[in-house]
């Protein structure tokens, strides 16, 4: 599977839009990027993902760049409990194996 | 519907004992997977079923780990004997094809 690179943490002030990026150049035609969340000893939370094309969703918003290398995951008004561990993963679909491989992920931290 | 739910949420036995976890996956979900975070470390694939079968288990770490879908429903992941290495939270997921994963809130395991 592709790597993904992400940067270790950030902060963001409540009510503004968090902007997440990941970086994964060595992406292939058929993977997706998939979005997770940990808070805090919670299971990872499924955010959004796409192929290829910008998608949104109730969570959020997924732009993935047009070489498909890098993408950035908007949460457009960030609250407090936002604040949690944020993976970025791609997501190869080969027959039916299809696990996710989950990096150190970028620790958002939402303040008043 | 029911989330993805995981039994015990803890456990501590002390090393050389024998622990069963139990992830009982989304009704009708034929992918199942098993993941475990160690202290300090990313969140690691242990192994995926498709229904009662064991799709890829190359991230089990050793032969006393032992995982069963029997009847293509509920899991166990079965650790004997422990050793104080396996302390950590085991996670449970579930899909329904290439759908995306939902995961449990995890069993933390204590070995002493």
């Known amino acids: 599977d592709a790597k993904t690179t992400q940067p270790p943490s950030m902060d963001c002030a409540e009510g503004r839009a968090a902007n997440l990026p990941c970086n994964h150049s060595?992406?292939?035609?058929?993977?997706?990027v998939y979005w997770y969340r940990q808070i805090h000893s919670q299971g990872p939370q499924y955010i959004i993902h796409?192929?290829?094309n910008n998608e949104t969703n109730e969570m959020a918003s997924l732009i993935i760049t047009e070489d498909r290398k890098s993408s950035t995951l908007i949460l457009p008004h960030a609250t407090l409990r936002d604040t949690a561990v944020y993976y970025c993963?791609?997501?190869?679909?080969?027959?039916?194996?299809?696990?996710?491989?989950f990096g150190t992920g970028t620790r958002l931290q939402v303040t008043l | 519907e029911a989330g993805v739910t995981q039994f015990p949420s803890h456990s501590v036995i002390e090393k050389g004992q024998t622990v069963t976890l139990r992830c009982d996956p989304i009704?009708?979900?034929?992918?199942l997977y098993w993941y475990r975070r160690v202290m300090g470390k990313e969140i690691k694939f242990l192994l995926h079923?498709?229904?009662?079968?064991?799709?890829?288990e190359s991230g089990m770490p050793n032969n006393r780990f032992l995982a069963e879908r029997t009847g293509g429903t509920y899991s166990t992941l079965k650790v004997q004997p422990a050793e104080l290495e396996d302390s950590g939270v085991y996670f449970c997921?579930?899909?329904?094809?290439?759908?995306?994963?939902?995961f449990g809130n995890g069993t933390r395991l204590t070995v002493t």
């Open positions: 997921a579930s899909s329904l094809g290439y759908s995306p994963l939902h």
């Open positions: 060595t992406i292939s035609g058929n993977e997706y």
């Open positions: 796409g192929l290829k």
């Open positions: 993963i791609v997501r190869i679909y080969t027959g039916t194996a299809s696990k996710l491989t």
């Open positions: 009704s009708g979900h034929d992918n």
């Open positions: 079923f498709v229904k009662e079968s064991k799709q890829d």
